[in-house]
């Protein structure tokens, strides 16, 4: 009898219907909308924990690795198409296109090894302790995959690491103290992986999973309660926050009434551009300019060696200024970004400016964005992190609210207070939980001016859990290779079973 099952007293009942095909793709956007959600410029902070439950059920249900990689690759062009639409503002749209499937590659390529991982979790005995481990795994093996593509290769991009979305709560980001962004993306992934077994039944991972949130969080609150932000030399800072790109607008500000009294003046990234051999002049011209202010400056500088295209090379800097306008120090930009600053050679060794505003640790915009810079300078003996930043307003809200919410991240992991002065916003002032104190909306002008202090608090994360995201990608590797040599060996077994 067609499209019927025999049942009780041989009365016809229905069969079971197939499951639908489009059931696993509609999983895998629904993950990719949560992810847009969690992050700015929505910022919901909790979907971060349960974002990936719906793609790592429809992983686990796919008939094959392959199949499990098209639904991640489908989840990460959902989200980082709308996260990241704003790209179509700094790049054409092919190009931009071609990112966000790039971006989606390193998703897709997570999934496909959770799902290697999940088949290997169903073999054999010790049900219990395979799916925590498999819990466990997923989380190394996004981590894995999100420090190669954040820290490693040559299109390097940290852009919505994972643990970024948690900034809104200071009490869980205190977990980057101690293992960094990239710890706090292993522990959401854990999480995610850990929650969607629950869906299956009985399983120890989801109570492992939310005794340690419950156990990092209460710690990380105790951690803010606590932490002597207030303790150390207080300095007094003013951020100027225009994007006019003028010598004598930048220079009144710094002179005017929310500047006045600061220690420490900081402009945006590039506020001045110096025509090649007058740096010399441009310097003399500045301490004519700040002539009476008791701050030290820290001035962003653009050097364009050449405008001609083939040989096009520019210098991007930081001069730092005492009060009078003697050179102090200078700090080269030590991350340029890729295919956009594809012509400026980065400094290879970044270290503190001394100064009687304390030792400052000059982060230029897109060095920030990086675990190394910070905390290079940091261990270095720096008291404060210092960010001249150029977020160009043309390229939208969404951008200047994600890449403003990757900052205070790097002031939890070094245990410094952060100061940063962006062109069109936010320029803001975090303490070393990570809370920001002040900031200046994006779209306006004018100055921040607040209070920091310089002591130091070291963190576990300087001392050696910097290490995190290094350990993953290592293990992501072993993985991998172990789950590449399996289906070799898959398929040289059918092979033979077909001769």
């Not at 990239?182 to 009985?202: D, E, H, I, K, Q």
């Not at 410094?416 to 975090?430: E, F, P, T």
């Not at 990570?434 to 920091?452: F, H, K, N, Q």
């Amino acid at each position: 009898m067609s499209g019927t099952a025999a049942g009780p007293y041989n009365q016809a009942v229905p069969a079971p219907r197939p499951p639908s095909r489009s059931f696993p793709w509609v999983l895998a956007g629904v993950s990719g909308l949560l992810l847009v959600l969690a992050f700015p410029p929505f910022a919901l902070w909790p979907l971060a924990w349960i974002a990936l439950v719906p793609l790592l059920r429809a992983a686990r249900e796919a008939e094959s690795p392959r199949d499990a990689a098209n639904l991640g690759g489908f989840t990460g062009l959902v989200f980082y198409a709308v996260s990241l639409g704003w790209f179509r503002h700094v790049f054409n749209l092919p190009v931009s296109v071609a990112f966000w499937c790039i971006f989606a590659t390193w998703i897709a390529l997570f999934t496909a090894l959770a799902r290697w991982l999940w088949d290997r979790c169903r073999v054999g005995n010790g049900g219990a302790g395979r799916e925590l481990g498999w819990a466990l795994a997923c989380g190394v093996a996004w981590t894995g995959f999100e420090y190669f593509r954040s820290e490693v290769w040559f299109l390097n991009n940290a852009w919505l690491a994972l643990g970024f979305s948690q900034v809104p709560c200071p009490a869980v980001l205190q977990t980057c103290a101690v293992a960094g962004v990239y710890g706090l993306s292993c522990l959401l992934v854990f999480a995610n992986a850990s929650f969607g077994l629950a869906l299956r039944g009985r399983s120890a991972a989801p109570l492992a999973a939310l005794a340690l949130i419950l156990g990092l969080a209460g710690w990380g609150a105790a951690r803010v309660r606590h932490l002597p932000v207030t303790a150390g030399t207080m300095l007094r800072v003013a951020l100027v926050q225009d994007e006019t790109f003028s010598l004598d607008r930048h220079a009144r500000y710094s002179m005017g009434p929310g500047a006045r009294d600061a220690q420490l003046v900081v402009w945006p990234e590039v506020s001045i551009n110096v025509p090649p051999k007058q740096e010399a002049r441009h310097l003399e011209l500045l301490a004519r300019k700040l002539r009476g202010s008791r701050a030290v400056a820290v001035i962003g500088v653009v050097v364009i060696e050449s405008e001609d295209p083939q040989t096009a090379r520019f210098r991007n800097f930081a001069w730092v200024l005492a009060p009078g306008g003697a050179l102090l120090g200078r700090y080269d930009k030590f991350h340029p970004i890729p295919v956009v600053e594809a012509a400026l050679a980065p400094n290879p060794d970044p270290w503190p400016v001394a100064t009687p505003a304390g030792r400052l640790g000059i982060q230029i915009c897109y060095d920030l964005d990086f675990e190394n810079g910070s905390r290079l300078v940091a261990g270095r003996r720096a008291n404060l992190l210092v960010v001249p930043n150029l977020d160009p307003w043309e390229w939208g809200r969404w951008q200047h609210l994600q890449h403003s919410a990757m900052a205070p991240v790097r002031a939890v992991e070094t245990g410094l207070w952060l100061v940063r002065a962006a062109s069109s916003g936010s320029s803001q002032i975090i303490d070393p939980a990570g809370r920001i104190r002040d900031s200046l909306a994006p779209g306006t002008e004018g100055v921040l001016a607040g209070e920091v202090f310089l002591g130091r608090r070291p963190t576990a994360y300087l001392a050696g859990g910097w290490w995190t995201g290094r350990v993953c990608l290592f293990l992501t590797l072993l993985l991998s290779l172990a789950a590449l040599r399996g289906r070799a060996l898959d398929f040289k077994i059918l092979q033979n079973l077909k001769i």
